[in-house]
Protein backbone atom coordinates (compact mmCIF):
# COMPACT_ATOMS: atom_id res chain seq x y z
CA UNK A 1 0.00 0.00 0.00
CA UNK A 2 0.89 3.38 -0.61
CA UNK A 3 2.54 5.64 1.96
CA UNK A 4 2.22 9.21 1.06
CA UNK A 5 3.87 12.66 1.95
CA UNK A 6 5.43 15.37 0.88
CA UNK A 7 8.37 14.01 1.99
CA UNK A 8 9.73 10.64 2.26
CA UNK A 9 10.33 10.40 5.66
CA UNK A 10 11.76 7.55 8.12
CA UNK A 11 8.74 7.94 10.13
CA UNK A 12 6.09 6.90 7.35
CA UNK A 13 8.55 4.61 6.01
CA UNK A 14 9.66 2.62 9.41
CA UNK A 15 12.60 1.83 8.56
CA UNK A 16 16.50 3.32 7.98
CA UNK A 17 15.97 6.18 5.90
CA UNK A 18 19.04 5.76 3.90
CA UNK A 19 18.05 2.54 2.47
CA UNK A 20 14.31 2.95 2.28
CA UNK A 21 14.94 6.45 0.73
CA UNK A 22 16.05 5.11 -2.70
CA UNK A 23 12.78 3.05 -3.69
CA UNK A 24 10.99 6.29 -2.90
CA UNK A 25 10.05 7.98 -6.26
CA UNK A 26 8.24 11.26 -7.25
CA UNK A 27 4.92 10.81 -8.38
CA UNK A 28 3.83 13.50 -10.98
CA UNK A 29 0.03 13.96 -10.98
CA UNK A 30 -1.52 16.25 -13.31
CA UNK A 31 -1.13 19.32 -11.68
CA UNK A 32 2.26 18.72 -12.52
CA UNK A 33 3.24 18.51 -8.77
CA UNK A 34 5.48 16.06 -7.42
CA UNK A 35 4.44 13.72 -4.99
CA UNK A 36 6.53 11.18 -3.38
CA UNK A 37 5.10 8.02 -3.42
CA UNK A 38 6.29 4.54 -1.69
CA UNK A 39 7.50 1.94 -4.22
CA UNK A 40 4.32 -0.43 -5.69
CA UNK A 41 4.95 -3.66 -6.66
CA UNK A 42 5.13 -4.49 -9.84
CA UNK A 43 2.49 -6.67 -11.44
CA UNK A 44 4.52 -8.46 -14.43
CA UNK A 45 1.46 -11.18 -14.72
CA UNK A 46 -1.59 -8.83 -14.49
CA UNK A 47 0.02 -6.46 -17.20
CA UNK A 48 0.81 -9.50 -19.70
CA UNK A 49 -3.09 -10.58 -19.22
CA UNK A 50 -4.24 -6.96 -19.85
CA UNK A 51 -1.92 -6.64 -22.87
CA UNK A 52 -2.53 -10.20 -24.60
CA UNK A 53 -5.93 -8.57 -26.59
CA UNK A 54 -3.73 -6.50 -28.36
CA UNK A 55 -0.23 -8.42 -28.59
CA UNK A 56 -2.91 -10.88 -29.98
CA UNK A 57 -4.19 -8.64 -32.83
CA UNK A 58 -0.53 -7.87 -33.82
CA UNK A 59 0.77 -11.11 -33.76
CA UNK A 60 -2.27 -12.27 -36.34
CA UNK A 61 -2.39 -8.80 -38.53
CA UNK A 62 0.92 -7.13 -38.16
CA UNK A 63 3.50 -10.09 -37.82
CA UNK A 64 2.52 -12.55 -39.87
CA UNK A 65 1.60 -10.47 -42.68
CA UNK A 66 5.40 -8.85 -42.69
CA UNK A 67 6.55 -12.02 -42.28
CA UNK A 68 4.09 -13.29 -44.97
CA UNK A 69 4.81 -10.42 -47.50
CA UNK A 70 8.67 -10.86 -47.08
CA UNK A 71 8.35 -14.33 -48.12
CA UNK A 72 6.07 -13.68 -51.18
CA UNK A 73 8.40 -10.58 -52.05
CA UNK A 74 11.29 -13.34 -52.64
CA UNK A 75 8.69 -15.39 -55.28
CA UNK A 76 7.75 -14.96 -58.72
CA UNK A 77 4.10 -14.82 -58.05
CA UNK A 78 1.62 -13.34 -60.25
CA UNK A 79 -1.97 -13.72 -59.72
CA UNK A 80 -2.66 -13.79 -63.59
CA UNK A 81 0.03 -17.05 -63.75
CA UNK A 82 -0.25 -18.59 -61.09
CA UNK A 83 1.72 -22.06 -62.51
CA UNK A 84 5.34 -19.98 -62.66
CA UNK A 85 4.90 -19.22 -58.96
CA UNK A 86 8.76 -19.91 -58.08
CA UNK A 87 11.31 -18.67 -55.72
CA UNK A 88 13.43 -16.10 -57.02
CA UNK A 89 15.64 -15.02 -54.19
CA UNK A 90 16.08 -10.65 -54.38
CA UNK A 91 15.40 -10.88 -57.98
CA UNK A 92 12.42 -8.93 -57.62
CA UNK A 93 14.50 -6.21 -55.67
CA UNK A 94 17.30 -6.04 -57.73
CA UNK A 95 14.84 -5.75 -60.89
CA UNK A 96 12.95 -2.62 -58.80
CA UNK A 97 16.03 -1.18 -58.07
CA UNK A 98 17.49 -1.13 -61.09
CA UNK A 99 14.63 0.02 -62.54
CA UNK A 100 13.86 4.19 -63.86
CA UNK A 101 10.46 3.52 -63.22
CA UNK A 102 11.46 2.89 -59.43
CA UNK A 103 13.52 5.96 -58.93
CA UNK A 104 10.99 7.97 -61.45
CA UNK A 105 8.62 6.73 -58.81
CA UNK A 106 11.23 7.86 -55.83
CA UNK A 107 12.37 11.25 -56.91
CA UNK A 108 8.36 11.97 -57.26
CA UNK A 109 7.24 10.71 -53.87
CA UNK A 110 10.32 12.83 -52.34
CA UNK A 111 8.68 15.87 -54.13
CA UNK A 112 5.32 15.21 -52.80
CA UNK A 113 6.50 14.93 -49.23
CA UNK A 114 8.90 17.43 -48.85
CA UNK A 115 6.20 19.93 -50.74
CA UNK A 116 3.06 19.19 -48.57
CA UNK A 117 5.26 18.91 -45.56
CA UNK A 118 6.53 22.16 -45.98
CA UNK A 119 3.23 23.81 -47.00
CA UNK A 120 1.26 22.29 -44.14
CA UNK A 121 3.64 22.93 -41.20
CA UNK A 122 4.44 26.52 -42.04
CA UNK A 123 1.14 27.46 -43.25
CA UNK A 124 -0.57 25.24 -39.95
CA UNK A 125 1.84 27.41 -37.86
CA UNK A 126 1.17 30.75 -38.92
CA UNK A 127 -2.83 29.51 -38.44
CA UNK A 128 -1.79 28.73 -34.86
CA UNK A 129 -0.07 31.54 -34.20
CA UNK A 130 -3.16 33.63 -35.47
CA UNK A 131 -5.45 31.95 -33.61
CA UNK A 132 -3.26 32.29 -30.40
CA UNK A 133 -4.23 36.19 -30.83
CA UNK A 134 -7.49 37.60 -29.96
CA UNK A 135 -8.79 39.41 -32.93
CA UNK A 136 -13.17 39.65 -33.25
CA UNK A 137 -13.78 35.94 -35.33
CA UNK A 138 -11.34 34.01 -33.69
CA UNK A 139 -14.05 31.46 -32.46
CA UNK A 140 -15.67 31.36 -35.71
CA UNK A 141 -12.16 30.50 -37.35
CA UNK A 142 -11.46 28.09 -35.16
CA UNK A 143 -14.45 26.36 -35.52
CA UNK A 144 -14.04 26.69 -39.74
CA UNK A 145 -10.66 24.88 -39.42
CA UNK A 146 -12.29 21.33 -38.10
CA UNK A 147 -13.97 21.22 -41.35
CA UNK A 148 -11.24 20.55 -43.58
CA UNK A 149 -9.56 18.55 -40.63
CA UNK A 150 -12.74 16.10 -40.70
CA UNK A 151 -13.53 15.61 -44.53
CA UNK A 152 -12.20 12.08 -45.31
CA UNK A 153 -9.19 12.20 -47.63
CA UNK A 154 -11.50 11.08 -50.64
CA UNK A 155 -13.87 13.32 -50.29
CA UNK A 156 -10.94 15.92 -50.36
CA UNK A 157 -9.79 14.40 -53.81
CA UNK A 158 -13.32 14.80 -54.97
CA UNK A 159 -13.63 18.53 -53.92
CA UNK A 160 -10.55 19.89 -55.36
CA UNK A 161 -11.37 17.61 -58.81
CA UNK A 162 -14.15 19.41 -59.03
CA UNK A 163 -12.76 22.67 -58.39
CA UNK A 164 -9.70 22.60 -60.61
CA UNK A 165 -12.23 21.18 -63.67
CA UNK A 166 -11.10 21.96 -66.70
CA UNK A 167 -14.66 22.92 -67.89
CA UNK A 168 -16.57 23.84 -65.26
CA UNK A 169 -13.91 24.68 -61.92
CA UNK A 170 -14.66 27.67 -59.51
CA UNK A 171 -11.08 27.77 -59.92
CA UNK A 172 -10.76 28.68 -63.47
CA UNK A 173 -14.00 31.05 -63.19
CA UNK A 174 -12.64 32.98 -60.33
CA UNK A 175 -9.04 33.37 -62.14
CA UNK A 176 -10.54 33.67 -65.26
CA UNK A 177 -12.87 36.28 -63.43
CA UNK A 178 -9.59 38.37 -61.66
CA UNK A 179 -7.88 38.57 -65.25
CA UNK A 180 -5.17 36.10 -63.88
CA UNK A 181 -5.84 33.83 -67.01
CA UNK A 182 -7.15 34.56 -70.59
CA UNK A 183 -9.00 31.24 -70.70
CA UNK A 184 -9.99 27.95 -68.38
CA UNK A 185 -6.93 26.08 -68.13
CA UNK A 186 -6.87 21.84 -67.04
CA UNK A 187 -4.74 21.86 -64.23
CA UNK A 188 -4.92 17.89 -63.39
CA UNK A 189 -3.88 16.68 -66.99
CA UNK A 190 -0.80 19.24 -67.12
CA UNK A 191 2.24 18.16 -66.07
CA UNK A 192 3.45 20.88 -64.21
CA UNK A 193 0.11 21.41 -62.49
CA UNK A 194 -0.91 18.69 -61.21
CA UNK A 195 1.63 18.06 -58.95
CA UNK A 196 1.32 21.65 -57.02
CA UNK A 197 -2.30 20.91 -57.26
CA UNK A 198 -2.08 17.40 -55.06
CA UNK A 199 0.02 19.32 -52.53
CA UNK A 200 -2.22 22.00 -52.08
CA UNK A 201 -5.10 19.48 -51.45
CA UNK A 202 -3.06 17.49 -49.24
CA UNK A 203 -1.76 20.27 -46.99
CA UNK A 204 -5.42 21.92 -47.16
CA UNK A 205 -6.66 18.34 -45.36
CA UNK A 206 -4.05 18.47 -42.94
CA UNK A 207 -3.52 22.02 -42.22
CA UNK A 208 -6.06 21.96 -39.39
CA UNK A 209 -3.67 19.07 -36.95
CA UNK A 210 -0.97 20.74 -37.16
CA UNK A 211 -2.78 24.03 -36.15
CA UNK A 212 -4.51 22.23 -33.46
CA UNK A 213 -1.34 20.43 -32.07
CA UNK A 214 0.74 23.77 -32.78
CA UNK A 215 -1.84 25.63 -30.96
CA UNK A 216 -2.23 23.19 -27.84
CA UNK A 217 1.55 24.01 -26.96
CA UNK A 218 1.39 28.33 -27.83
CA UNK A 219 -1.05 28.15 -24.92
CA UNK A 220 1.39 26.18 -22.35
CA UNK A 221 3.81 29.54 -23.05
CA UNK A 222 4.40 31.24 -19.97
CA UNK A 223 3.39 34.86 -20.56
CA UNK A 224 6.42 36.14 -18.31
CA UNK A 225 8.57 35.16 -20.83
CA UNK A 226 7.33 37.48 -23.02
CA UNK A 227 7.11 40.24 -20.79
CA UNK A 228 10.66 40.15 -19.58
CA UNK A 229 11.38 39.74 -23.55
CA UNK A 230 9.86 43.17 -23.99
CA UNK A 231 11.51 44.81 -21.21
CA UNK A 232 14.96 44.03 -22.85
CA UNK A 233 13.59 45.64 -26.22
CA UNK A 234 12.95 42.34 -28.12
CA UNK A 235 10.42 42.88 -31.64
CA UNK A 236 8.17 40.76 -32.57
CA UNK A 237 10.63 38.68 -34.73
CA UNK A 238 13.06 38.36 -31.52
CA UNK A 239 10.81 36.78 -29.85
CA UNK A 240 9.35 34.73 -31.82
CA UNK A 241 12.94 33.59 -32.91
CA UNK A 242 13.77 33.21 -29.27
CA UNK A 243 10.86 31.89 -27.18
CA UNK A 244 8.00 30.43 -29.28
CA UNK A 245 10.19 28.90 -31.63
CA UNK A 246 11.98 26.89 -29.02
CA UNK A 247 9.35 26.44 -27.44
CA UNK A 248 7.37 24.89 -30.03
CA UNK A 249 10.35 22.55 -31.43
CA UNK A 250 9.07 19.54 -29.18
CA UNK A 251 5.52 19.90 -30.73
CA UNK A 252 7.19 20.88 -34.68
CA UNK A 253 9.13 17.65 -34.36
CA UNK A 254 5.85 15.95 -33.65
CA UNK A 255 3.65 17.24 -36.29
CA UNK A 256 7.34 16.78 -38.65
CA UNK A 257 6.83 12.95 -37.94
CA UNK A 258 3.14 12.03 -38.21
CA UNK A 259 3.05 14.31 -41.25
CA UNK A 260 6.00 12.36 -42.68
CA UNK A 261 3.99 9.19 -42.16
CA UNK A 262 1.19 11.00 -43.50
CA UNK A 263 2.71 11.98 -47.09
CA UNK A 264 4.65 8.46 -47.71
CA UNK A 265 1.74 6.68 -47.02
CA UNK A 266 -0.96 8.79 -49.39
CA UNK A 267 -2.95 7.06 -51.73
CA UNK A 268 -6.39 8.01 -51.32
CA UNK A 269 -6.31 11.60 -52.62
CA UNK A 270 -3.90 10.61 -55.84
CA UNK A 271 -6.71 7.60 -56.44
CA UNK A 272 -9.45 10.16 -56.77
CA UNK A 273 -7.75 12.93 -57.90
CA UNK A 274 -4.89 12.16 -60.57
CA UNK A 275 -4.71 8.32 -60.41
CA UNK A 276 -0.86 8.61 -60.74
CA UNK A 277 -0.78 10.81 -63.48
CA UNK A 278 -0.78 12.85 -66.14
CA UNK A 279 2.09 10.45 -67.92
CA UNK A 280 3.71 8.92 -64.39
CA UNK A 281 4.04 12.72 -63.08
CA UNK A 282 2.47 11.65 -59.28
CA UNK A 283 3.05 8.23 -59.51
CA UNK A 284 4.04 7.66 -56.12
CA UNK A 285 5.87 4.69 -54.56
CA UNK A 286 2.57 4.03 -52.23
CA UNK A 287 0.32 4.42 -55.97
CA UNK A 288 3.27 2.42 -57.81
CA UNK A 289 3.02 -0.58 -55.40
CA UNK A 290 -1.18 -1.00 -55.69
CA UNK A 291 -0.96 -0.57 -59.32
CA UNK A 292 1.50 -3.44 -59.71
CA UNK A 293 -0.26 -5.52 -57.39
CA UNK A 294 -4.48 -4.83 -57.63
CA UNK A 295 -3.89 -3.91 -61.58
CA UNK A 296 -1.29 -5.79 -62.85
CA UNK A 297 -1.73 -9.10 -60.18
CA UNK A 298 1.78 -8.91 -59.51
CA UNK A 299 2.07 -9.55 -55.51
CA UNK A 300 5.60 -10.45 -55.70
CA UNK A 301 6.89 -7.62 -57.03
CA UNK A 302 4.29 -5.43 -55.44
CA UNK A 303 5.43 -6.75 -52.12
CA UNK A 304 8.81 -6.41 -52.55
CA UNK A 305 7.62 -2.82 -53.63
CA UNK A 306 6.06 -2.43 -49.94
CA UNK A 307 9.35 -3.69 -48.37
CA UNK A 308 10.93 -0.89 -49.48
CA UNK A 309 8.78 1.71 -48.90
CA UNK A 310 8.40 0.15 -45.00
CA UNK A 311 12.51 0.65 -45.18
CA UNK A 312 11.98 3.92 -45.79
CA UNK A 313 9.93 4.76 -43.47
CA UNK A 314 11.70 2.56 -40.61
CA UNK A 315 14.64 4.75 -41.72
CA UNK A 316 13.14 8.03 -41.30
CA UNK A 317 11.22 6.62 -37.96
CA UNK A 318 14.59 5.51 -36.65
CA UNK A 319 15.84 9.12 -37.04
CA UNK A 320 13.36 10.66 -35.81
CA UNK A 321 13.37 8.83 -32.41
CA UNK A 322 16.48 9.05 -31.78
CA UNK A 323 16.37 13.19 -32.45
CA UNK A 324 13.20 12.82 -29.72
CA UNK A 325 15.35 10.69 -27.58
CA UNK A 326 17.89 12.52 -27.59
CA UNK A 327 16.64 15.65 -26.69
CA UNK A 328 15.40 13.46 -23.64
CA UNK A 329 11.22 13.76 -24.59
CA UNK A 330 10.47 10.18 -25.00
CA UNK A 331 12.61 8.74 -22.16
CA UNK A 332 10.70 8.71 -18.79
CA UNK B 1 2.17 49.92 -23.39
CA UNK B 2 0.62 50.16 -27.22
CA UNK B 3 -1.28 52.98 -28.48
CA UNK B 4 -4.99 53.15 -29.56
CA UNK B 5 -3.77 54.04 -33.04
CA UNK B 6 -0.73 50.70 -33.04
CA UNK B 7 -3.56 48.33 -31.07
CA UNK B 8 -6.59 48.99 -34.38
CA UNK B 9 -3.60 48.73 -37.03
CA UNK B 10 -2.16 45.23 -35.80
CA UNK B 11 -6.65 43.87 -35.42
CA UNK B 12 -7.42 45.07 -38.84
CA UNK B 13 -3.96 42.98 -39.70
CA UNK B 14 -5.27 40.09 -37.99
CA UNK B 15 -8.42 40.19 -39.31
CA UNK B 16 -7.32 40.16 -43.02
CA UNK B 17 -4.76 37.42 -42.72
CA UNK B 18 -7.60 35.39 -40.28
CA UNK B 19 -10.26 36.36 -43.63
CA UNK B 20 -7.47 34.77 -46.30
CA UNK B 21 -7.11 31.57 -44.56
CA UNK B 22 -10.89 31.63 -44.18
CA UNK B 23 -11.42 31.72 -47.75
CA UNK B 24 -8.99 29.35 -47.88
CA UNK B 25 -10.20 26.53 -45.68
CA UNK B 26 -13.83 27.11 -46.22
CA UNK B 27 -14.21 27.95 -49.92
CA UNK B 28 -13.72 23.83 -50.95
CA UNK B 29 -16.51 22.97 -48.43
CA UNK B 30 -18.62 25.45 -49.14
CA UNK B 31 -18.56 24.94 -53.13
CA UNK B 32 -19.25 21.19 -52.31
CA UNK B 33 -22.50 21.86 -50.19
CA UNK B 34 -23.24 24.38 -53.03
CA UNK B 35 -22.78 22.03 -55.85
CA UNK B 36 -24.98 19.02 -54.04
CA UNK B 37 -27.78 21.78 -53.74
CA UNK B 38 -27.74 22.30 -57.45
CA UNK B 39 -29.27 20.46 -60.19
CA UNK B 40 -27.14 18.96 -63.18
CA UNK B 41 -28.12 22.18 -65.29
CA UNK B 42 -26.82 24.78 -63.19
CA UNK B 43 -24.10 22.76 -62.06
CA UNK B 44 -22.56 22.92 -65.57
CA UNK B 45 -23.29 26.55 -65.97
CA UNK B 46 -20.00 28.57 -67.36
CA UNK B 47 -18.94 30.63 -65.78
CA UNK B 48 -20.29 28.78 -62.40
CA UNK B 49 -22.97 30.51 -60.18
CA UNK B 50 -21.74 30.85 -56.68
CA UNK B 51 -24.68 30.90 -55.40
CA UNK B 52 -27.04 28.35 -56.36
CA UNK B 53 -30.50 30.14 -58.02
CA UNK B 54 -32.66 27.42 -57.21
CA UNK B 55 -31.62 25.63 -54.25
CA UNK B 56 -32.89 21.82 -53.97
CA UNK B 57 -32.44 18.70 -51.82
CA UNK B 58 -33.52 16.70 -54.93
CA UNK B 59 -30.33 15.35 -55.28
CA UNK B 60 -30.15 13.96 -51.48
CA UNK B 61 -33.81 12.77 -51.85
CA UNK B 62 -32.70 10.39 -54.79
CA UNK B 63 -29.99 8.45 -52.85
CA UNK B 64 -32.73 7.73 -50.22
CA UNK B 65 -35.04 6.82 -53.11
CA UNK B 66 -37.35 8.99 -52.63
CA UNK B 67 -39.25 11.43 -54.46
CA UNK B 68 -40.32 11.68 -58.43
CA UNK B 69 -40.29 8.71 -59.87
CA UNK B 70 -39.23 9.81 -62.81
CA UNK B 71 -36.24 11.56 -61.63
CA UNK B 72 -35.38 8.50 -60.04
CA UNK B 73 -35.39 6.46 -63.13
CA UNK B 74 -33.43 9.16 -65.02
CA UNK B 75 -30.32 8.88 -61.97
CA UNK B 76 -30.20 5.50 -61.82
CA UNK B 77 -29.56 5.94 -66.36
CA UNK B 78 -27.19 8.35 -65.51
CA UNK B 79 -24.83 7.31 -62.04
CA UNK B 80 -26.38 3.64 -61.15
CA UNK B 81 -23.53 3.98 -58.10
CA UNK B 82 -25.89 6.63 -56.84
CA UNK B 83 -28.29 3.78 -55.20
CA UNK B 84 -24.65 2.51 -53.64
CA UNK B 85 -24.74 5.16 -51.16
CA UNK B 86 -27.28 4.58 -49.01
CA UNK B 87 -26.12 0.66 -48.03
CA UNK B 88 -22.76 2.29 -48.18
CA UNK B 89 -23.58 4.54 -45.07
CA UNK B 90 -25.26 1.32 -43.03
CA UNK B 91 -21.75 -0.54 -44.03
CA UNK B 92 -19.73 2.29 -42.67
CA UNK B 93 -21.92 2.81 -39.96
CA UNK B 94 -21.33 -1.00 -38.84
CA UNK B 95 -17.85 -0.96 -39.69
CA UNK B 96 -17.17 2.18 -37.51
CA UNK B 97 -18.44 1.22 -34.61
CA UNK B 98 -17.56 -2.05 -34.27
CA UNK B 99 -13.94 -0.65 -34.62
CA UNK B 100 -14.85 2.13 -32.09
CA UNK B 101 -16.09 -0.47 -29.22
CA UNK B 102 -13.04 -2.76 -29.75
CA UNK B 103 -10.75 -0.17 -29.44
CA UNK B 104 -12.20 0.55 -26.20
CA UNK B 105 -12.15 -3.35 -25.43
CA UNK B 106 -8.31 -3.87 -26.53
CA UNK B 107 -6.93 -0.58 -26.00
CA UNK B 108 -7.99 0.32 -22.25
CA UNK B 109 -6.77 -2.70 -20.35
CA UNK B 110 -3.37 -2.27 -21.90
CA UNK B 111 -2.81 1.36 -21.66
CA UNK B 112 -3.96 0.78 -18.27
CA UNK B 113 -1.20 -1.79 -17.61
CA UNK B 114 1.32 0.46 -18.98
CA UNK B 115 0.02 3.67 -16.81
CA UNK B 116 -0.26 1.66 -13.58
CA UNK B 117 1.52 -1.73 -12.95
CA UNK B 118 4.81 -0.33 -12.55
CA UNK B 119 6.26 -3.12 -14.85
CA UNK B 120 9.91 -2.68 -15.65
CA UNK B 121 10.85 -2.79 -19.26
CA UNK B 122 7.55 -2.17 -20.42
CA UNK B 123 9.07 0.77 -22.39
CA UNK B 124 9.82 -1.48 -25.58
CA UNK B 125 6.46 -2.98 -25.80
CA UNK B 126 5.04 0.15 -26.06
CA UNK B 127 7.75 1.14 -28.55
CA UNK B 128 6.68 -1.85 -30.92
CA UNK B 129 2.68 -0.30 -30.53
CA UNK B 130 3.84 2.52 -31.78
CA UNK B 131 6.06 0.91 -34.64
CA UNK B 132 3.07 -0.63 -36.11
CA UNK B 133 1.40 2.43 -36.52
CA UNK B 134 4.56 3.92 -38.24
CA UNK B 135 4.28 0.92 -41.21
CA UNK B 136 2.88 2.21 -43.87
CA UNK B 137 -0.55 0.76 -44.56
CA UNK B 138 0.07 -0.20 -48.37
CA UNK B 139 2.82 -2.68 -46.75
CA UNK B 140 0.30 -4.75 -44.74
CA UNK B 141 -2.79 -4.34 -47.15
CA UNK B 142 -1.30 -7.00 -49.71
CA UNK B 143 -1.22 -9.75 -47.39
CA UNK B 144 -3.60 -9.22 -45.49
CA UNK B 145 -5.89 -9.30 -48.67
CA UNK B 146 -4.38 -12.90 -48.82
CA UNK B 147 -5.29 -13.58 -45.90
CA UNK B 148 -9.02 -12.51 -45.85
CA UNK B 149 -9.01 -14.36 -49.52
CA UNK B 150 -7.94 -17.47 -47.66
CA UNK B 151 -10.52 -17.14 -44.77
CA UNK B 152 -13.54 -16.45 -46.77
CA UNK B 153 -13.93 -13.31 -45.37
CA UNK B 154 -13.52 -10.54 -48.50
CA UNK B 155 -16.58 -8.91 -49.80
CA UNK B 156 -17.56 -8.73 -45.72
CA UNK B 157 -17.22 -6.11 -43.06
CA UNK B 158 -15.49 -7.94 -40.72
CA UNK B 159 -12.11 -7.87 -43.02
CA UNK B 160 -12.52 -3.79 -42.62
CA UNK B 161 -13.00 -4.19 -38.76
CA UNK B 162 -9.78 -6.41 -38.59
CA UNK B 163 -7.83 -4.22 -40.63
CA UNK B 164 -9.42 -0.72 -38.47
CA UNK B 165 -8.60 -2.18 -35.31
CA UNK B 166 -4.93 -2.64 -36.25
CA UNK B 167 -4.79 0.87 -37.88
CA UNK B 168 -6.54 2.48 -34.82
CA UNK B 169 -5.55 0.26 -31.93
CA UNK B 170 -1.86 1.39 -31.50
CA UNK B 171 -2.68 5.12 -31.53
CA UNK B 172 -5.37 4.40 -29.27
CA UNK B 173 -3.07 2.58 -26.06
CA UNK B 174 -0.55 4.97 -26.94
CA UNK B 175 -3.04 7.67 -26.21
CA UNK B 176 -4.69 5.92 -23.51
CA UNK B 177 -1.87 5.76 -21.41
CA UNK B 178 -0.68 9.22 -21.61
CA UNK B 179 -3.75 9.83 -20.89
CA UNK B 180 -4.21 7.35 -17.67
CA UNK B 181 -0.66 9.03 -16.43
CA UNK B 182 -2.24 12.21 -16.30
CA UNK B 183 -5.00 11.02 -13.98
CA UNK B 184 -4.09 11.58 -10.00
CA UNK B 185 -3.15 7.87 -8.59
CA UNK B 186 -4.10 8.94 -5.46
CA UNK B 187 -7.87 8.50 -6.07
CA UNK B 188 -7.16 5.04 -6.52
CA UNK B 189 -5.33 4.76 -3.12
CA UNK B 190 -8.16 6.13 -1.60
CA UNK B 191 -10.80 3.81 -2.84
CA UNK B 192 -8.25 0.92 -2.03
CA UNK B 193 -7.88 2.19 1.48
CA UNK B 194 -10.99 2.38 1.99
CA UNK B 195 -11.94 -1.17 1.11
CA UNK B 196 -12.68 -1.54 -2.84
CA UNK B 197 -11.72 -4.43 -4.54
CA UNK B 198 -9.48 -3.86 -7.88
CA UNK B 199 -12.78 -4.04 -9.79
CA UNK B 200 -14.49 -1.99 -7.81
CA UNK B 201 -11.87 1.04 -8.51
CA UNK B 202 -11.93 0.11 -12.17
CA UNK B 203 -15.77 0.23 -12.19
CA UNK B 204 -16.32 3.31 -9.79
CA UNK B 205 -13.45 5.24 -10.17
CA UNK B 206 -10.41 5.13 -13.18
CA UNK B 207 -13.58 4.46 -15.59
CA UNK B 208 -16.15 7.54 -14.86
CA UNK B 209 -13.00 9.95 -14.31
CA UNK B 210 -11.30 8.60 -18.15
CA UNK B 211 -14.79 8.63 -19.76
CA UNK B 212 -13.20 11.76 -21.64
CA UNK B 213 -10.33 10.08 -23.17
CA UNK B 214 -12.24 7.16 -23.64
CA UNK B 215 -14.23 9.17 -25.62
CA UNK B 216 -11.92 10.80 -27.28
CA UNK B 217 -10.19 7.57 -28.13
CA UNK B 218 -13.65 5.70 -29.85
CA UNK B 219 -14.50 8.76 -32.05
CA UNK B 220 -11.09 8.79 -33.40
CA UNK B 221 -10.94 5.52 -33.96
CA UNK B 222 -14.36 5.70 -35.54
CA UNK B 223 -13.78 8.69 -37.83
CA UNK B 224 -10.30 7.27 -39.19
CA UNK B 225 -12.66 3.68 -39.95
CA UNK B 226 -15.44 6.26 -42.33
CA UNK B 227 -12.86 7.56 -44.02
CA UNK B 228 -10.64 5.08 -44.56
CA UNK B 229 -10.11 3.85 -48.32
CA UNK B 230 -7.03 1.80 -49.55
CA UNK B 231 -8.30 -1.28 -47.29
CA UNK B 232 -12.03 -1.05 -48.16
CA UNK B 233 -11.41 -0.53 -51.71
CA UNK B 234 -9.01 -3.72 -51.83
CA UNK B 235 -11.55 -5.74 -49.55
CA UNK B 236 -15.05 -5.17 -50.64
CA UNK B 237 -16.46 -5.98 -54.03
CA UNK B 238 -20.11 -5.54 -53.96
CA UNK B 239 -23.11 -3.42 -52.04
CA UNK B 240 -22.61 -6.24 -49.56
CA UNK B 241 -19.17 -4.27 -47.89
CA UNK B 242 -18.86 -0.90 -49.97
CA UNK B 243 -17.93 1.55 -47.58
CA UNK B 244 -19.22 5.65 -48.25
CA UNK B 245 -15.34 6.29 -49.42
CA UNK B 246 -15.50 3.63 -51.85
CA UNK B 247 -18.94 4.28 -53.29
CA UNK B 248 -18.27 8.06 -53.51
CA UNK B 249 -14.67 6.93 -54.88
CA UNK B 250 -16.77 4.96 -57.95
CA UNK B 251 -17.92 7.65 -59.50
CA UNK B 252 -14.85 9.24 -60.72
CA UNK B 253 -14.31 6.12 -62.70
CA UNK B 254 -16.69 6.93 -65.29
CA UNK B 255 -16.44 9.11 -68.24
CA UNK B 256 -19.78 11.38 -67.77
CA UNK B 257 -19.22 14.66 -65.19
CA UNK B 258 -21.56 13.52 -62.20
CA UNK B 259 -20.55 16.01 -59.49
CA UNK B 260 -23.63 17.02 -58.65
CA UNK B 261 -23.97 13.23 -57.14
CA UNK B 262 -20.18 13.53 -56.34
CA UNK B 263 -20.72 16.39 -54.14
CA UNK B 264 -23.60 14.57 -52.53
CA UNK B 265 -21.99 11.86 -51.51
CA UNK B 266 -19.18 14.11 -51.01
CA UNK B 267 -21.50 15.57 -48.23
CA UNK B 268 -22.88 12.77 -46.75
CA UNK B 269 -19.69 11.20 -45.85
CA UNK B 270 -17.81 14.14 -44.48
CA UNK B 271 -20.51 15.35 -42.43
CA UNK B 272 -20.44 12.62 -39.39
CA UNK B 273 -17.09 12.85 -38.82
CA UNK B 274 -17.64 16.71 -38.97
CA UNK B 275 -20.72 16.46 -36.19
CA UNK B 276 -18.91 14.83 -34.13
CA UNK B 277 -15.79 16.72 -34.66
CA UNK B 278 -17.84 19.83 -33.52
CA UNK B 279 -19.90 18.24 -30.65
CA UNK B 280 -16.17 16.72 -28.97
CA UNK B 281 -14.16 19.48 -29.73
CA UNK B 282 -12.93 19.84 -26.13
CA UNK B 283 -12.55 15.98 -25.73
CA UNK B 284 -10.69 15.80 -29.26
CA UNK B 285 -8.54 18.64 -29.40
CA UNK B 286 -7.69 17.76 -25.52
CA UNK B 287 -6.72 14.23 -26.86
CA UNK B 288 -4.90 14.90 -29.91
CA UNK B 289 -2.72 17.61 -27.34
CA UNK B 290 -2.31 14.26 -24.78
CA UNK B 291 -1.06 11.87 -27.79
CA UNK B 292 0.52 14.09 -29.90
CA UNK B 293 2.22 16.83 -27.40
CA UNK B 294 3.15 14.83 -24.63
CA UNK B 295 3.64 11.25 -25.83
Sequence with gaps: ?332 | MMSEHTRIIRTCGLMVAAAIFFLFMFTPVYWMVATSLMTEAEMLAVPPHFIPQAPTLRNYATIFGIGDPEFIAFAQNRAPAVFDIFPAMINSLTVGLCVAVANLLIASPAAYAFSRLNVRRSLPLLMVYLGSRMLPPIMLVVPMFLLMRNLGLIDTPLSLIAAYCILTVPFSIWLLQAYFKTMPVELEDSATIDGATRWQTMRYVILPLARPGLTCVAILAFMASWSEFLFAVVFTKTTASKTLPVVTASFVDTASIQFDYVMTAGVLTALPPFLLALIFQRYIVGGLAAGAVKG
Design chain 1, 1 to 332: MAVKGDFPSPAYAGSPAGRQKAAWRLSRNGLGRGQWVAPREPQPFLFFVLNTPAILLLLVFVLYPIIYSFLLSLHQYNLRQPARFRFIGLDNYISILGSEQFWRAAQTTALFSVGSITLTIVLGTLLALLLNEVFPGRALLRAIILIPWAVPPVVNGLIWQWLLDGRYGLINAVLVGAGVLDEYRSWLTDVNTAMPALIVAQAWNHIPFVSLVVLAALQTVPDELYEAARMDGANVLQRFKAITLPWLSHSLLLVLITQTMVALRTFDIIYVLTGGGPGDSTTVLAWLTYVTTFNFADFGRGNAYAYLIALTTLALSIIYIRLLWKRGELAR
